[in-house]
């Protein structure tokens, strides 16, 4: 059964389609990167998906349930669909711990304890232990996007989408950020990565999926998208 189900999603900005029917399912475990153009519509997809903008045609499930549904809640939804931006968007008067357990706290519910210690947990896995105390501003861009992948992490979500999280990165950091992300796959984090890194999609997605002003052309393997692209779109978008 598939984890998250996108079902004939349309978005129109003024008379623009910028979504065109996108038809997708991405079962538990997977890892999905949309690759395409500058405007194809790969953040608008995740931003559907996260509720950031509504759907005009077409319906979004998540393990069955439809999260584009009026009635759906939001701040439910997005406890269990994570998503992390090329601006890392922490606050920058918090602490790293402050940002960390902030919604877990004051949307979810958490005790400020069992805030903490999660998201202590979570420090530590992904190296940064001795930050907890530390401002945005003392860390590296690097190490500040994976505090904004911890916050997105400390919700316990289903789902993490990942939004261009290391195209901001000097190239020296995005390898520590890649590493991260290679961690959530190993540990079954279920993600959904809009990118412009081909070779990083090759190596860590179980689908690609190419999108092309909006229409989901072509989806697949890696090895089947990247070295055998059936449409012709595909084969322009990655040989020229
Ligand atoms: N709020 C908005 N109002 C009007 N048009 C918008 C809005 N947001 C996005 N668009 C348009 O929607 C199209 C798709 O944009 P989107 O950011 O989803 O593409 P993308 O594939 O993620 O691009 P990039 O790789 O540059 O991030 C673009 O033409 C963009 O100008």
């Known amino acids: 059964m598939a984890l998250l189900t ?9 008379d623009h389609a910028v ?17 395409g153009a500058s405007g194809s519509g790969k953040s608008t997809l995740l931003r559907c998906i996260n ?41 920058p008067h918090m602490t790293v711990l402050d940002n960390i357990t902030l919604a877990p706290r004051k ?19 992904f190296g940064l232990a001795d930050k907890a105390a530390t401002y945005p501003d003392r860390l590296s ?17 289903r789902l993490l989408l990942l939004d261009e999280v290391t195209s901001a990165l000097d ?5 520590e950020v890649l590493g991260v992300i290679r961690e959530l796959k190993q540990s079954g ?26 229409t989901l052309v072509e989806h697949g393997p890696p090895a089947q998208i990247f070295d055998t692209p059936q449409n012709p779109r595909t084969r322009e978008f990655l040989y020229g």
């Open 19 to 35: 979504l065109r029917g996108v038809d997708l399912a991405v079962a538990p475990h997977e890892v999905v990167c949309l690759i």
């Open 189 to 214: 984090m279920t993600m959904i990565l809009a990118t412009h890194e081909m070779s990083f999609a090759r190596d860590i997605a179980d689908t690609i999926c190419f999108l092309d002003q909006g």
């Open 107 to 125: 949307v979810h519910g958490v005790t400020p304890a069992q805030a903490e210690a999660q998201a202590r947990e979570l420090l530590a896995r």
């Open 6 to 14: 996108i079902d004939g999603v349309w978005k129109r900005y003024q």
């Open 141 to 157: 861009g690097g190490q500040q996007q994976r505090v904004a992948i911890i916050r997105a992490l400390a919700t316990n979500p």
């Open 171 to 175: 190239p020296t950091l995005v390898n």
């Open 51 to 91: 509720l950031l903008e509504t759907v005009d045609d077409g319906a979004i499930y998540l393990d069955d349930q439809e999260i584009t549904d009026v009635r759906a809640d939001p701040d439910e939804i997005r406890k269990r669909i994570g998503i992390v931006f090329q601006a890392y968007n922490l606050f």
